[in-house]
């Protein structure tokens, strides 16, 4: 006679699920607020002129600036929020302390819309621009709790055939935000008077989040979806016997208990995991410096379809552009979540190495179409300047530039979107028994650290590393492919359930 399974999942899951990926989403809607319009902040804010086309100077410095606050203020908060996920109702208080604050972000921003005088928008005072700065920050805050939550979520949620999907599902939100901005401000902002409308549109969306947490928000299921779910709760939450007693499984076999270790005892097992800090390591710096590459895509392309197009219309390019990468990251991760679930289990890391292929070739065709010099440096001749040209020339007639340009960030977008679930889920098979959420706080910490280093230097540094960004990204990722290739991996979760199931 079958025996039945234990463990059983719930129809709310979806419910956590929608309302971690939306705030997911949003949080990476507001960061990217005022890097998607620079020009139209700078002239709102009076940070240049009403007859300036470019971003430079003192815009240029704080638009960065907003922009950095995301992957630095995320370094301190995320042990914070991986101790919080730790915790029996980690996930709901996460979920509703980063909606809050994303909330009330906007609403700081709002608030020089709301107070600021025509004539105070020549000359804008300091502690107007703080409002933003401060807006921005909590903003940061948020993403520094929600965005190590994925495979906690999706592990305490979800049954093992469902964990690498839901995990995509909430991973590329982030990116789906991002996507969303790149249509949702082209579409609003055509002057800098529609700055204001913007912001209050973003509010309205950020309380959506915050009510549905409220309304209905569950510490966790009733019972355990799987082997590994029943290892992350409190044996004081779930005993051993509620779970298993009633199936005549031996909870007293040392490898199958539900023992719990403390947060501190997972740092100090996690640190003698050197394959696993490797992972990390390489994972953080690929998706780290590809992630930034993407945010300043108005930097690397404004001077070049500048050139050929009207400042709004220059903008519209890049917000497709935009647009199409992160469609591209949305297909690649629903599309590698069910694919890995049914084919790849326990083989993470060959599919991992066929998106890194791919992902190095796309990227070597876009260093290729465009130049390694940024388009608006110049080759200095004598008395003569010279504009820096592609390495190849792409034909004006028919757009056929920006043909090239929106195929390539799209295909991009869908190596990147898949490897990003597979970068979280392979790192919680190699730490288990520790917890997903330190786990992949680890990946994501090390995403940020590696991603706020180019915001850094492009902030108080020279333009160089962004007028090379391109060639930077293309070798960071051949190191963290062949990086891969050498790094040995087990699959001890996959292999602890599959131990469960023949018991």
Same mark, same amino acid.
């Given at each position: 006679?079958?025996?039945?399974?234990?463990?059983?999942?719930?129809?709310?899951?979806?419910?956590?699920?929608?309302?971690?990926?939306?705030?997911?989403?949003?949080?990476?809607?507001?960061?990217?607020?005022?890097?998607?319009?620079?020009?139209?902040?700078?002239?709102?804010?009076?940070?240049?002129?009403?007859?300036?086309?470019?971003?430079?100077?003192?815009?240029?410095?704080?638009?960065?600036?907003?922009?950095?606050?995301?992957?630095?203020?995320?370094?301190?908060?995320?042990?914070?929020?991986?101790?919080?996920?730790?915790?029996?109702?980690?996930?709901?208080?996460?979920?509703?302390?980063?909606?809050?604050?994303?909330?009330?972000?906007?609403?700081?921003?709002?608030?020089?819309?709301?107070?600021?005088?025509?004539?105070?928008?020549?000359?804008?005072?300091?502690?107007?621009?703080?409002?933003?700065?401060?807006?921005?920050?909590?903003?940061?805050?948020?993403?520094?709790?929600?965005?190590?939550?994925?495979?906690?979520?999706?592990?305490?949620?979800?049954?093992?055939?469902?964990?690498?999907?839901?995990?995509?599902?909430?991973?590329?939100?982030?990116?789906?935000?991002?996507?969303?901005?790149?249509?949702?401000?082209?579409?609003?902002?055509?002057?800098?008077?529609?700055?204001?409308?913007?912001?209050?549109?973003?509010?309205?969306?950020?309380?959506?989040?915050?009510?549905?947490?409220?309304?209905?928000?569950?510490?966790?299921?009733?019972?355990?979806?799987?082997?590994?779910?029943?290892?992350?709760?409190?044996?004081?939450?779930?005993?051993?016997?509620?779970?298993?007693?009633?199936?005549?499984?031996?909870?007293?076999?040392?490898? *199958?208990?539900?023992?719990?270790?403390?947060?501190?005892?997972? $740092? &100090?097992?996690? /640190?003698?995991?050197? =394959? @696993?800090?490797?992972?990390?390591?390489?994972?953080?710096?690929?998706?780290?410096?590809?992630?930034?590459?993407?945010?300043?895509?108005?930097?690397?392309?404004?001077?070049?379809?500048?050139?050929?197009?009207?400042?709004?219309?220059?903008?519209?390019?890049?917000?497709?552009?935009?647009?199409?990468?992160?469609?591209?990251?949305?297909?690649?991760?629903?599309?590698?979540?069910?694919?890995?679930?049914?084919?790849?289990?326990?083989?993470?890391?060959?599919? *991992?190495?066929?998106?890194?292929?791919?992902?190095?070739?796309? $990227? &070597?065709?876009? /260093?290729?179409?465009? =130049? @390694?010099?940024?388009?608006?440096?110049?080759?200095?001749?004598?008395?003569?300047?010279?504009?820096?040209?592609?390495?190849?020339?792409?034909?004006?007639?028919?757009?056929?530039?920006?043909?090239?340009?929106?195929?390539?960030?799209?295909?991009?977008?869908?190596?990147?979107?898949?490897?990003?679930?597979?970068?979280?889920?392979?790192?919680?098979?190699?730490?288990?028994?520790?917890?997903?959420?330190?786990?992949?706080?680890?990946?994501?910490?090390?995403?940020?650290?590696?991603?706020?280093?180019?915001?850094?230097?492009?902030?108080?540094?020279?333009?160089?590393?962004?007028?090379?960004?391109?060639?930077?990204?293309?070798?960071?990722?051949?190191?963290?492919?062949?990086?891969?290739?050498?790094?040995?991996?087990?699959?001890?979760?996959?292999?602890?359930?599959?131990?469960?199931?023949?018991?």
């Amino acid at each position: 006679m079958e025996r039945q399974s234990p463990f059983k999942v719930y129809t709310e899951r979806w419910y956590t699920l929608a309302v971690f990926s939306y705030i997911a989403a949003l949080q990476c809607l507001v960061w990217n607020t005022f890097s998607q319009a620079p020009v139209y902040v700078g002239r709102y804010y009076g940070l240049i002129s009403k007859n300036h086309t470019d971003c430079d100077g003192r815009c240029a410095s704080v638009t960065n600036l907003l922009l950095v606050w995301g992957p630095l203020l995320f370094i301190p908060v995320s042990p914070i929020a991986v101790w919080i996920l730790t915790k029996p109702s980690g996930i709901k208080n996460v979920i509703r302390l980063g909606s809050t604050l994303t909330f009330l972000g906007c609403i700081i921003r709002m608030l020089p819309c709301l107070f600021m005088t025509e004539a105070q928008r020549l000359t804008v005072p300091w502690y107007m621009i703080a409002l933003l700065h401060t807006g921005q920050m909590l903003n940061a805050i948020s993403g520094g709790l929600v965005l190590a939550g994925p495979s906690k979520v999706s592990e305490r949620w979800f049954a093992a055939e469902q964990r690498t999907t839901a995990t995509a599902i909430m991973s590329i939100a982030n990116g789906i935000g991002g996507t969303v901005g790149f249509l949702l401000c082209p579409a609003i902002v055509h002057s800098e008077d529609d700055i204001p409308r913007l912001l209050y549109i973003q509010a309205g969306i950020a309380a959506v989040p915050m009510i549905a947490s409220m309304i209905r928000l569950s510490d966790g299921p009733p019972s355990p979806p799987s082997h590994a779910a029943h290892r992350s709760i409190s044996v004081d939450i779930v005993p051993c016997n509620t779970v298993y007693e009633q199936q005549s499984v031996n909870c007293d076999n040392e490898e *199958l208990s539900s023992q719990k270790l403390t947060f501190f005892q997972e $740092l &100090a097992l996690m /640190t003698t995991m050197k =394959p @696993f800090l490797w992972f990390a390591f390489c994972s953080g710096l690929a998706s780290g410096v590809a992630a930034i590459w993407l945010s300043i895509i108005q930097v690397i392309l404004g001077p070049f379809l500048g050139q050929r197009y009207s400042t709004d219309k220059a903008q519209s390019a890049i917000g497709l552009i935009g647009f199409l990468e992160g469609i591209g990251q949305i297909v690649g991760g629903v599309v590698t979540g069910p694919v890995c679930d049914r084919y790849y289990q326990g083989r993470i890391k060959v599919l *991992l190495a066929i998106l890194y292929v791919f992902a190095i070739l796309t $990227l &070597a065709a876009i /260093t290729v179409v465009l =130049p @390694f010099s940024h388009y608006h440096m110049h080759i200095i001749h004598g008395d003569k300047t010279k504009q820096a040209s592609p390495l190849v020339a792409l034909p004006h007639e028919h757009d056929m530039d920006l043909i090239i340009l929106n195929i390539l960030f799209t295909a991009f977008g869908v190596f990147q979107g898949s490897q990003l679930p597979l970068f979280y889920e392979l790192g919680v098979e190699m730490t288990f028994p520790i917890e997903a959420g330190t786990s992949s706080g680890l990946y994501v910490l090390l995403f940020n650290i590696f991603a706020v280093i180019p915001l850094l230097v492009t902030q108080f540094g020279s333009g160089f590393l962004t007028s090379y960004m391109n060639l930077v990204t293309l070798a960071v990722t051949v190191f963290c492919f062949l990086a891969l290739l050498i790094t040995p991996t087990k699959y001890k979760r996959l292999e602890a359930e599959r131990k469960v199931k023949s018991f």
